[in-house]
């Protein structure tokens, strides 16, 4: 072996930090696996990185808010990064994969290889950018969250790529006859409102547009993120990302400079901030696995025993022409929130060891236009290395997880906040116990359609809430959820120079004390003095106890009493 090779082993090797795999390297880490990030970039993120600055989109009604570890991250970046700014959200996402003893980050690594022995992916071969070595990356257990599906072609993982026709699946939008081509990519301008009016004049090598030239130009105004400077579907994603990607940076500063210069002064009062390095691709090659999600599945909100995510946006697609496209910049159809997503579109059904989360999940071209969003995406992160979490612990494959350990894998993802709709966690101690609070006992920890929270308990500054068992019981830990407020979506914010600031909620309990009874005497289980999660799952040594009992100490914005959905032992 060369002199600049390293092998690094571990349980878990997960390609591609986007939100997918940013979630699937912490799932898999905080429940047991050793597990490798292996980023082609040098900042985690993907499309949501500093680098493309596309929102995290999801469910458009909060009653199916994603929560989990995107919420977790989200509320991290509201206080760490109050002031909304993309180059340390950056470092929010960083320093939530650092803090995980479990899991090692390789960035600025491409993965160009992999090597198979009978069907099995014994290791992927990387190459590091900036210490110019070679890495080999072995493990058990491997998942590809690069949204291109980059070890389908040396793994020999059945993929599918282009639209369906529509006798495939008998979906309604599909095609006579199938083709190639994708949704195309885009790439994002910000703009700042300025006291004065600047110039701006685009590079020789970018169009140079006109009244008479300038594509969609009814789109063409200030105050947009210009989602729609979209081209590349006809050509290939992968293949030919140079060439989509200078041919978008040439048609972005190109409607700025129309914009801008335009005689009927749109522009004015408008400066360009900021432009993006990469576009944000929508779609390339996805896996085939054990099932294939449909547009159908889709509209039909269905249901699957084996959900471990679920998607809530509307069907969304967009025309391969893009820019060029004469109707609508997207076609979308509007339909119920929560169709379940199962885990049987999570891992291949020929390659035995590798999962899939993100954009290159086992759906259609049509139900991937509803799947595709960042905010769906990061929960098939959690569910996959969720999974693969499980398979190391019982040494067994993905599709064995889901055959042999379904019921654990729904149940853990539930314990650590995943909504999966239509189903309930269950804890036989929240059961033998009784409370004060019974709302806080019926499992429901989200606000209903209406946005009210009839499932919680309101606390103010020195208030507590209890629960009692008529006999000793030993618990291993405790489990509390607050109130984030599901309504914000916790954006980042739309242009730098926008008056925009993340502020926590109210409804968060900011400091407080878990007390149990031991021997008829209060013990302090847990105190915490800046509380800003949703979430807290904290293990303890085996202790008997009679009672629990939580005390807000003080309000997050004073006045304003917190909300609780959830006090359990585990």
């Not at 690069?146 to 059945?158: N, Q, T």
């Not at 969609?216 to 050509?235: C, H, I, V």
């Not at 190391?392 to 064995?400: F, G, K, L, N």
């Not at 033998?432 to 920890?445: F, H, S």
Request: glycine content about 8%; overall charge negative; proline content about 6%.
């Amino acid at each position: 072996m060369e002199a600049s090779s390293k092998i690094i082993a571990a349980d878990f090797i997960v390609v591609g930090g986007g939100m997918a795999g940013v979630c699937a390297a912490v799932a898999a880490a905080r429940n047991g696996a050793k597990t490798i990030l292996v980023q082609d970039r040098p900042m985690a993120g993907g499309n949501a990185s500093s680098e493309i600055r596309m929102w995290i989109c999801g469910s458009r009604c909060p009653e199916f808010a994603e929560g989990g570890l995107l919420e977790e991250v989200k509320l991290a970046n509201y206080y760490y990064n109050p002031t909304l700014k993309y180059t340390l959200w950056d470092h929010v996402l960083r320093d939530f994969l650092e803090r995980e003893p479990n899991l090692q980050c390789y960035f600025n690594t491409s993965i160009r290889d992999a090597r198979v022995q009978n069907g099995r992916i014994e290791e992927v071969i990387g190459w590091g950018l900036t210490d110019y070595t070679t890495y080999h990356f072995q493990a058990p257990l491997f998942a590809d969250c690069s949204g291109d599906s980059i070890l389908a072609l040396p793994s020999g993982a059945e993929f599918r790529h282009g639209r369906e026709a529509k006798d495939a699946f008998q979906e309604p939008w599909g095609l006579a006859q199938a083709d190639t081509q994708t949704m195309g990519s885009s790439i994002l301008l910000q703009l700042r409102k300025t006291g004065d009016d600047r110039p701006f004049h685009a590079p020789s090598w970018a169009y140079h547009y006109t009244d008479d030239t300038i594509p969609r130009k009814e789109l063409a105004q200030p105050g947009d993120n210009f989602w729609w400077l979209e081209f590349g579907g006809e050509l290939d994603t992968i293949r030919d990302s140079r060439e989509i990607n200078r041919e978008l940076t040439r048609i972005a500063l190109g409607y700025w400079e129309y914009i801008k210069n335009h005689p009927d002064g749109r522009g004015k009062g408008w400066a360009l901030d900021w432009v993006g390095s990469l576009p944000g691709k929508r779609e390339s090659r996805r896996y085939v696995g054990d099932y294939v999600l449909t547009q159908n599945d889709t509209l039909a909100g269905r249901h699957f025993q084996d959900v471990v995510a679920y998607g809530a946006w509307l069907v969304d697609e967009h025309p391969p022409r893009a820019i060029y496209h004469t109707g609508e910049p997207n076609r979308t159809q509007e339909l119920a929130p929560g169709y379940h997503i199962p885990y049987r579109c999570l891992y291949s059904h020929n390659v035995e060891n590798l999962l899939f989360a993100g954009r290159n999940i086992s759906v259609s071209h049509l139900a991937l236009s509803s799947v595709r969003v960042m905010a769906t995406c990061a929960t098939l992160g959690q569910a996959v290395g969720t999974a693969a979490a499980l398979a190391v612990r019982h040494h067994c494959t993905p599709r064995d997880v889901g055959q042999l350990h379904g019921k654990e894998l729904q149940q853990t993802l539930m314990l650590q906040d995943q909504f999966l709709p239509g189903l309930a966690r269950k804890n036989p101690l929240v059961q033998a116990a009784q409370y004060d609070a019974p709302a806080l006992a019926d499992g429901v920890e989200r606000p209903d359609a209406k946005g009210t929270a009839p499932h919680s308990l309101l606390l103010r500054q020195g208030e507590h809430t209890s629960l009692h068992f008529p006999r000793p019981t030993t618990i291993h830990g405790i489990r509390l959820v607050w109130d984030s407020n599901f309504q914000d979506p916790k954006r980042m914010r739309f242009d730098e120079g926008e008056e925009l600031r993340g502020i926590l909620p109210d409804s968060l309990g900011k400091a407080f004390t878990v007390e149990a009874k031991v021997n008829h005497s209060w013990q302090t289980l847990c105190q915490s003095r800046d509380n800003f999660q949703r979430l807290l799952l904290l293990s303890l040594p085996p202790r008997e106890i009679t009672d629990l009992r939580l005390t807000l100490q003080e309000e997050r914005t004073p006045g304003n009493p917190a909300r609780l959905f959830s006090l359990e032992v585990l």
